[in-house]
């Protein structure tokens, strides 16, 4: 297989059979890829406080994420969807659930459907209503 040197450039050389606008593609696909999974924020991530270091959430959503047998679910990643008349963004792709199976999520005002994936799948689901200052607790329990 042989080298040519990419299209206006003389340092980069690329394999035959590949063109500029697969490597612009990949490369933009590998950046995407990169910014999700940094989008994704561990429970207690950034969360507003009501004072130094404390990390109570002012505003949002908590809860636990439990099997039917009470047992915690560590890792889960939780996913918010906005619901039809809530126009604030949701702020992160998704946090993820503690050792013990809590998450705490500073959504904004408005109704959000939050799905719970273990291994890329959805196991389970609930609908919440966050209002600015106030805390909703939403607890979700799953099948195994």
Same mark, same amino acid.
């Not at 009501?50 to 996913?79: F, H, M, R, W």
């Not at 719970?116 to 329990?141: H, Y």
């Given at each position: ?24 593609? &990949?490369?933009?696909?590998?950046? =995407?890829?990169?910014?999700? #999974?940094?989008?994704?924020? #561990? ?8 004072? &130094? ?9 908590? %809860? ?9 679910? &560590? ?25 013990? %199976?809590?998450? &705490? ?8 459907? =939050?799905?719970?994936?273990?291994? %890329? ?24």
């Amino acid at each position: 297989m042989g080298c040519r040197p990419l299209s206006g450039s003389r340092d980069h050389s690329v394999p035959d059979g590949v063109s500029r606008r697969n490597i612009v593609g &990949a490369s933009f696909g590998i950046s =995407l890829a990169m910014a999700l #999974a940094g989008s994704v924020k #561990a429970s207690g991530d950034d969360v507003p406080t009501t004072g &130094a270091g404390t990390g109570k959430l002012l505003s949002g959503v908590q %809860g636990t994420v439990n099997y039917e047998d009470g047992a915690p679910v &560590a890792g889960a990643v939780i996913v918010a969807e906005a619901l039809p008349g809530t126009e604030a963004a949701v702020p992160e792709i998704g946090v993820k659930t503690s050792p013990d %199976g809590h998450y &705490a999520w500073p959504l904004p005002t408005g109704s959000f459907k =939050l799905s719970v994936m273990i291994d %890329g799948v959805i196991v389970g689901a609930v609908k919440v209503s966050a209002q600015r200052g106030s805390v909703i607790t939403a607890d979700i329990e799953v099948k195994r």
